[in-house]
Every structure is written in structure tokens, then in C-alpha cells.
Nanobody, 117 residues
Framework: QVQLVESGGGLVQPGGSLSLSCAAS????????WGWYRQAPGKQRELVAL???????NYADSVKGRFTISRANAERLVYLRMNSLEPEDTGVYYC???????????WGQGTQVTVSS
């Protein structure tokens, strides 16, 4: 079965950095668009960053210039490098794999990121 497992979350001070990873199994990794979403307490889940099967990237305005999404098809990994973290970046970060043309939409279990002094 499909499994997406996030790792790398934790507690970091404002201005600090974290790197998240998403390891995928049971999936044809290279054909999917991959995204990182986050959900803050009391708020809806929102898209943070997206990387398409073709390698094109897109970011939420709030993270542009601070976050970088990347993928390693051979290793079946998706990364999110987060710099200059702010308290507003706090939330549960989820990995998502999507192939709209085939109706595929898979989610990981999430990893907590807390930015606080």
C-alpha cells in the first residue's frame, strides 16, 4: 500500500531553520506532483510548496524566499528546507502526492513544527 512518512519536525527558535523529509513507498514516485501543506491550530490546511512531476515549483506568498521544496526521484524523497522561520510557520506539516489525471491523492501522517522562543 501507499505510505508517505514525514520526518524532521521539531521545536526551533524564530530565525532558525529546519529540513523536512517525506519518504514514499508503494507509489510510482516520479509521475506524481508533490506538495507540502501545513495546518495551524484553528486554521484550515494550506498549501506551502509544490513541485510538479516536471520539476516546476510553486510557493505560498508567505514562504517565498524562505522555503525550498525539492525532490529526489531515485531515492523517493521529497524535501522542504525552511529558513528564517517565524512563529506563524508553526503547525503540522503534511506531505502530499497527487496525480489529478488519475484521481490519486495521498497524504502522510504529518510532522509538528513549532517556532517559538
Amino acid at each position: 500500500q501507499v505510505q508517505l512518512v514525514e520526518s524532521g519536525g521539531g521545536l526551533v527558535q524564530p530565525g532558525g531553520s529546519l529540513s523536512l523529509s517525506c519518504a514514499a513507498s508503494g507509489i510510482i514516485f516520479s509521475i506524481f506532483d508533490w506538495g507540502w501543506y501545513r495546518q495551524a491550530p484553528g486554521k484550515q490546511r494550506e498549501l506551502v510548496a509544490l513541485i510538479t512531476a516536471g520539476g516546476h515549483t510553486n510557493y505560498a506568498d508567505s514562504v517565498k524566499g524562505r522555503f525550498t521544496i525539492s525532490r529526489a526521484n531515485a531515492e523517493r524523497l521529497v524535501y522542504l528546507r525552511m529558513n528564517s522561520l517565524e512563529p506563524e510557520d508553526t503547525g503540522v506539516y503534511y506531505c502530499n502526492a497527487q496525480k489529478k489525471s488519475r484521481g490519486y491523492d495521498f497524504w502522510g501522517q504529518g510532522t509538528q513544527v513549532t517556532v517559538s522562543s
